[in-house]
């Protein structure tokens, strides 16, 4: 006969289980903690967030109660982190604790705390620990103090605190009542996280108790709430597990929400049904459907910090790709463990559970990356060409950029390939830059030196002139003869002393163009090249057996004319061209028209793309500084943001009248926009309407 459950079993999602909790469930920690404890062992459990820390340090503080112990619970958060100082905070620890043994009876915490004024708060908690709780209780005691994480947001150094404790652990040498004394330190952090300064002896004392997931057998009173048929309750179990790894938060949450569809329906559950549950109330929105705040924990905890985000991810996108990775402890790894999305298992670090996998996956990685990256579009379509296409990278400012950015970030292994390559490209094209530079330098300097030498034969034959004219005291026909053969011969040597000039004007204008080419100044190169070309008609056919000069000049025009293009004579608009826009690196003109259209240009002149999605007019376009985002403004009364390939990434639709410019602000954060309906508007980089301006009358 089948028996429906117990209605009034009741799973608690979130927040510390009580102790008679039908639903808590007993793990190998359970014993682990309360074993090392009894044992007078110090222990830290350090662990992700909704993890069950709370539940089991209510369980084993009862426990240890029913044994004879005198134990404290110190909330860290009550206490507070906030604009408070080191003696309202170890003030209020000493309180917590009086509070807790129940001391107040006979010790009155405010004048104790008063008389010892002369001394740090620190040593006045130390001084606590060994004259007032030592001495007024003669019991085992256990300190346990939770939410430990807390303290790491206090406005000062807090290594003492955690240096008083490893204190309270070395005392135990000289003096035996401090045996009696045992710490837990339970919270969110690493042990290296407790005492910072590598200049102090790290907090390497007590035993690590390791809190896992739920197994099966250990789920066992999870299943009583699910027995709507005795034979399915296992099998249900085991499809909660299965989607949520044993995770306490997720199993508890799970299994409510299965339980609440078997009071109001007759159906049959299957592993299937499950699947759709959980799709549908757990994974589908998650953001909205995220309470108690579960999820946006582990995705706020993971982007807290732009300088450790990107890293972050960058670590995790390598577990998804590759099922798992190697766990080394680093201190990365340690910090995506302490998210709860990822966990250590048999040396090799795996996402959590296939829940977390479904939510936290590729895309929504490659889209927090995206968001990270100022680079994201280069550095997408650079790895989508397996790091083939050198085009993609950076270079100029937007590398000076990126390296900016990411100085002091840690960043993926793949953001630094994408980086480093960008710096050995622009460091190649330099070099490559600088050779024709320097050969261009030495065309000319060959083009001096011929020069020289051409005006060196005029000197020669003006003094052989001069000699001439000596000899008029011979015959008189001989020397006009003479005189005349001279003159010729002069005139002989001034041509090519001219024709040495037109030849070094050849050298100097065809070297002038190929370097003008190289730094990519096509029009400048273009006039050099022609008057390279001009100077080389000065020359008579008689000088021209200067092949290598000639060679030059028409090698100088030949690549001026294959690379330059007529810039002014950009066909492809059916109306009117109504705005352009060079982007930031100056490889990519768009241009605007009033036949509804974008055109994306190359520096060449070369078509690239059309965007057609405007149904009118397109008033305005405008590049983002980083080059990496277009917007347009149409008498459609639409903006539009397309991405360097042309694709169109959002529609802005706020604006009652047609647009009349777009602009972006110098950072890039802010896109501003102005309309016939009166109004400007601002606009985040991602497309959500910031502010609205208003105030123009026409």
Same mark, same amino acid.
């Given at each position: 006969?089948?028996?429906?459950?117990?209605?009034?079993?009741?799973?608690?999602?979130?927040?510390?289980?009580?102790?008679?909790?039908?639903?808590?469930?007993?793990?190998?920690?359970?014993?682990?903690?309360?074993?090392?404890?009894?044992?007078?062992?110090?222990?830290?459990?350090?662990?992700?967030?909704?993890?069950?820390?709370?539940?089991?340090?209510?369980?084993?503080?009862?426990?240890?109660?029913?044994?004879?112990?005198?134990?404290?619970?110190?909330?860290?958060?009550?206490?507070?982190?906030?604009?408070?100082?080191?003696?309202?905070?170890?003030?209020?620890?000493?309180?917590?604790?009086?509070?807790?043994?129940?001391?107040?009876?006979?010790?009155?915490?405010?004048?104790?705390?008063?008389?010892?004024?002369?001394?740090?708060?620190?040593?006045?908690?130390?001084?606590?620990?060994?004259?007032?709780?030592?001495?007024?209780?003669?019991?085992?005691?256990?300190?346990?103090?939770?939410?430990?994480?807390?303290?790491?947001?206090?406005?000062?150094?807090?290594?003492?605190?955690?240096?008083?404790?490893?204190?309270?652990?070395?005392?135990?040498?000289?003096?035996?009542?401090?045996?009696?004394?045992?710490?837990?330190?339970?919270?969110?952090?690493?042990?290296?996280?407790?005492?910072?300064?590598?200049?102090?002896?790290?907090?390497?004392?007590?035993?690590?108790?390791?809190?896992?997931?739920?197994?099966?057998?250990?789920?066992?009173?999870?299943?009583?709430?699910?027995?709507?048929?005795?034979?399915?309750?296992?099998?249900?179990?085991?499809?909660?597990? !299965?989607?949520?790894?044993?995770?306490?938060?997720?199993?508890?949450?799970?299994?409510?929400?299965?339980?609440?569809?078997?009071?109001?329906?007759?159906?049959?559950? !299957? &592993?299937?049904?499950?699947?759709?549950?959980?799709?549908?109330?757990?994974?589908?929105?998650?953001?909205?459907?995220?309470?108690?705040?579960?999820?946006?924990?582990?995705?706020?905890?993971?982007?807290?910090?732009?300088?450790?985000? !990107?890293?972050?991810?960058?670590?995790?996108?390598?577990?998804?790709?590759?099922?798992?990775?190697?766990?080394?402890?680093?201190?990365?790894?340690?910090?995506?463990?302490?998210?709860?999305?990822?966990?250590?298992?048999?040396?090799?670090?795996?996402?959590?559970?296939?829940?977390?996998?479904?939510?936290?996956?590729?895309?929504?990685?490659?889209?927090?990356? +995206?968001?990270?990256?100022?680079?994201?579009?280069?550095?997408?379509?650079?790895?989508?060409?397996?790091?083939?296409?050198?085009?993609?990278?950076?270079?100029?400012?937007?590398?000076?950029?990126?390296?900016?950015?990411?100085?002091?970030?840690?960043?993926?292994?793949?953001?630094?390939?994408?980086?480093?390559?960008?710096?050995?490209?622009?460091?190649?094209?330099?070099?490559?830059?600088?050779? +024709?530079?320097?050969?261009?330098?030495?065309?000319?300097?060959?083009?001096?030196?011929?020069?020289?030498?051409?005006?060196?034969?005029?000197?020669? &034959?003006?003094?052989? &002139?001069?000699?001439?004219?000596?000899?008029?005291?011979?015959?008189?026909?001989?020397?006009?003869?003479?005189?005349?053969?001279?003159?010729?011969?002069?005139?002989?040597?001034?041509?090519?002393?001219?024709?040495?000039?037109?030849?070094?004007?050849?050298?100097?204008?065809?070297?002038? &163009?190929?370097?003008?080419?190289?730094?990519?100044?096509?029009?400048?190169?273009?006039?050099?090249?022609?008057?390279?070309?001009?100077?080389?008609?000065?020359?008579?056919?008689?000088?021209?057996?200067?092949?290598?000069?000639?060679?030059?000049?028409?090698?100088?025009?030949?690549?001026?004319?294959?690379?330059?293009?007529?810039?002014?004579?950009?066909?492809?608009?059916?109306?009117?061209?109504?705005?352009?826009?060079?982007?930031?690196?100056?490889?990519?003109?768009?241009?605007?028209?009033?036949?509804?259209?974008?055109?994306?240009?190359?520096?060449?002149?070369?078509?690239?793309?059309?965007?057609?999605?405007?149904?009118?007019?397109?008033?305005?376009?405008?590049?983002?500084?980083?080059?990496?985002?277009? +917007?347009?403004?149409?008498?459609?009364?639409?903006?539009?943001?397309?991405?360097?390939?042309?694709?169109?990434?959002?529609?802005?639709?706020?604006?009652?009248?047609?647009?009349?410019?777009?602009?972006?602000?110098?950072?890039?954060?802010?896109?501003?926009?102005?309309?016939?309906?009166?109004?400007?508007?601002?606009?985040?980089?991602?497309?959500?309407?910031?502010?609205?301006?208003?105030?123009?009358?026409?």
């Amino acid at each position: 006969m089948n028996e429906k459950p117990d209605l009034h079993y009741e799973y608690q999602v979130g927040g510390s289980l009580p102790v008679d909790a039908p639903t808590y469930v007993r793990r190998q920690a359970d014993q682990d903690f309360y074993d090392g404890l009894k044992a007078g062992e110090f222990c830290y459990v350090l662990n992700s967030r909704q993890m069950g820390k709370s539940s089991l340090r209510v369980q084993t503080m009862a426990r240890l109660q029913q044994e004879g112990f005198a134990c404290a619970a110190v909330d860290v958060t009550a206490i507070g982190t906030a604009n408070i100082t080191p003696k309202e905070w170890y003030f209020g620890i000493i309180d917590s604790l009086v509070n807790s043994f129940e001391l107040y009876n006979n010790f009155d915490s405010y004048e104790w705390w008063m008389s010892h004024e002369l001394v740090s708060p620190v040593q006045r908690f130390s001084k606590f620990i060994g004259e007032v709780l030592l001495e007024l209780i003669d019991k085992s005691i256990v300190i346990f103090i939770d939410e430990i994480d807390s303290v790491l947001a206090l406005p000062f150094n807090i290594d003492d605190f955690f240096a008083v404790i490893r204190d309270c652990f070395n005392q135990r040498a000289d003096k035996p009542e401090y045996n009696r004394l045992t710490f837990a330190l339970i919270g969110v952090a690493t042990p290296s996280d407790l005492i910072s300064n590598h200049l102090r002896t790290p907090f390497n004392i007590g035993r690590a108790i390791e809190l896992t997931g739920f197994q099966l057998a250990e789920a066992q009173p999870l299943a009583v709430g699910l027995e709507t048929q005795t034979e399915n309750s296992q099998a249900l179990l085991e499809a909660v597990l !299965s989607w949520t790894g044993g995770q306490p938060f997720l199993t508890h949450k799970l299994c409510k929400l299965i339980k609440n569809y078997l009071n109001s329906t007759s159906i049959v559950p !299957s &592993a299937d049904w499950v699947a759709n549950l959980v799709q549908e109330k757990i994974i589908d929105n998650w953001e909205g459907q995220d309470e108690p705040e579960h999820l946006k924990t582990i995705r706020d905890r993971i982007l807290h910090s732009d300088q450790r985000a !990107s890293r972050l991810l960058g670590l995790y996108q390598q577990i998804l790709q590759h099922d798992e990775i190697t766990s080394d402890d680093s201190p990365e790894q340690m910090e995506l463990r302490l998210t709860g999305l990822v966990v250590k298992q048999s040396g090799k670090l795996k996402v959590y559970n296939r829940l977390y996998q479904s939510v936290f996956n590729l895309d929504w990685v490659e889209r927090q990356l +995206a968001n990270l990256r100022p680079y994201s579009e280069n550095f997408k379509a650079w790895e989508d060409s397996v790091c083939q296409d050198e085009s993609r990278l950076l270079r100029g400012q937007a590398l000076q950029d990126a390296q900016t950015w990411a100085a002091g970030k840690s960043l993926s292994v793949q953001d630094y390939r994408f980086l480093d390559a960008s710096r050995d490209l622009e460091k190649r094209e330099f070099e490559r830059n600088l050779a +024709a530079e320097k050969e261009a330098n030495q065309i000319l300097s060959a083009a001096r030196q011929k020069a020289e030498l051409a005006l060196g034969e005029e000197r020669v &034959a003006k003094q052989q &002139a001069q000699k001439i004219r000596r000899m008029t005291s011979f015959f008189a026909g001989v020397s006009i003869l003479l005189a005349l053969g001279a003159g010729v011969f002069a005139f002989h040597q001034l041509r090519q002393v001219e024709q040495a000039n037109n030849l070094a004007n050849a050298n100097i204008s065809s070297a002038s &163009a190929d370097l003008l080419l190289v730094s990519n100044q096509e029009v400048k190169a273009l006039l050099q090249a022609l008057r390279a070309g001009q100077a080389l008609k000065q020359i008579d056919k008689s000088a021209r057996n200067q092949k290598d000069t000639q060679a030059q000049v028409i090698t100088a025009l030949g690549n001026v004319m294959n690379d330059a293009r007529e810039y002014n004579n950009l066909s492809g608009h059916q109306n009117w061209v109504t705005s352009l826009s060079w982007s930031p690196d100056g490889q990519i003109l768009a241009s605007g028209s009033a036949d509804s259209t974008i055109i994306l240009w190359s520096r060449n002149g070369k078509k690239i793309a059309t965007l057609e999605k405007h149904s009118k007019n397109v008033n305005s376009v405008s590049w983002s500084p980083d080059g990496q985002t277009l +917007a347009s403004g149409s008498g459609d009364k639409t903006i539009k943001l397309w991405n360097r390939d042309g694709k169109l990434r959002k529609n802005l639709t706020e604006h009652k009248g047609y647009i009349n410019g777009v602009s972006w602000s110098p950072d890039g954060k802010t896109l501003a926009s102005a309309s016939q309906d009166k109004t400007i508007k601002f606009w985040s980089r991602d497309g959500k309407l910031l502010k609205t301006l208003e105030g123009h009358e026409k």
